[in-house]
């Protein structure tokens, strides 16, 4: 009869396509893993990996059962959740995805805030792109996305939370950067720069982009906020960044300024989300509304930082 630790192994391999990076995620000696794999195929009966030199590839049939092994241990986390806590309690660890154009600026305070009301809670925080944290948070490899909307899945809970103001940021020598409102007419043509076309953000800033003719920079790609942030300042181009980066530590204003267009309104949603019918759901929503309470007062702050 197959094992659960085997399906996770299985699941682990898919993952990672090799059974060296799947052994070391699974926290066991490579030929432990190999053996298991082999084991759950014969009592299969079916071929599960291709192995060659380009690493582990799953057959047909394989791919297939990993698909059903995926959502047998979602469930069984499922089973372990009721188990070991009511519904509405928040303690444990949950896995918590979001993207580095948000968690940095925003996790902190309530991170610190959640801990205080809720000390058994314990967030495991993975930063990474959107739509695949999407895939991640339904397949049961997270508990939690905090991220931009859209955030699309039928078997998702999508909580909005909170809006975002964007600003469009010069170097502090830039025309652009003086006190007084810039006419849109003065943006036409200029470089907008932006992250990599996978993240969220940069699709938005593409938009923002086009509506006032701005030209996207795709040899200047940034991979973070910061290096937004030190491109605009070195006077590589302008950029769009988010009120909670500017107004947080980590963040800033260092070498920019907010630049002040004439009739500027542009902002990002941002939500929560977790898989429908979760034995969590209720905890789920108290954490949001947590979430939904910080970030407004940081926001509040920053408004008035500003003025």
């Known amino acids: 009869m197959p094992t659960l630790r085997q399906f996770h192994y299985l699941v682990t391999l898919a993952d990672t396509g090799s059974f060296v990076r ?59 959740n009721l188990a070991g806590r009511s519904a509405d309690s928040l303690s444990g660890t949950l896995r918590l995805g979001t993207t580095p154009t948000l968690g940095p600026y925003l996790l902190s305070p309530i991170v610190a805030e959640l801990h205080r009301r809720a000390p ?14 999407t895939q991640q948070l339904a397949r049961g490899a997270l508990d939690l996305l905090l991220g931009p909307l859209p955030i699309e899945g039928e078997a998702l809970v999508v909580e909005p939370l909170f809006r975002e103001p964007l600003h469009l940021v010069a170097a502090v ?34 938009q923002i982009a086009g509506a006032y003719g701005m030209r996207m920079t795709p040899d200047y790609e940034g991979t973070s906020l910061d290096s937004l942030h030190q491109m605009v300042a070195s006077g590589l181009g302008i950029a769009v960044l988010p009120t909670l980066y500017l107004a947080s530590d980590v963040g ?56």
Not at 56 to 69: N, Y
Not at 120 to 133: F, T, W
Not at 194 to 199: E, I, T
Not at 260 to 269: G, K, P
């Open 173 to 206: 020598d830039d025309p652009l950067a003086g006190p007084s409102i810039v006419d849109p007419a003065l943006l036409r043509g200029r470089a907008l720069l932006s992250l990599d076309p996978r993240h969220h953000f940069h699709r938005q800033c593409a």
């Open 252 to 307: 800033g204003t260092s070498g920019i300024r907010i630049v002040n267009i004439a009739n500027w309104s542009r902002y990002r949603s941002i939500a929560l989300a977790w898989r429908r019918g979760t034995s969590m759901d209720v905890a789920f929503q108290r954490i949001a509304e947590q979430v939904r309470g910080s970030a407004r007062a940081i926001l509040m702050q920053a408004d008035v930082g500003r003025e």
């Open 120 to 133: 058994d809670l314990h967030l495991y925080v993975r930063e990474g792109i959107p739509d695949e944290q």
């Open 22 to 80: 799947a052994a070391r995620a699974a926290n066991v000696s490579q030929p432990t893993l190999s053996h298991q794999i082999k084991t759950l195929e014969d009592r299969l009966g079916v071929r599960l990996i291709d192995r060659s030199a380009a690493g582990a590839i799953l057959t047909p049939i394989g791919r297939a059962i990993v698909a059903k092994a995926r959502g047998l241990l979602a469930e069984v986390r499922e089973i372990e």
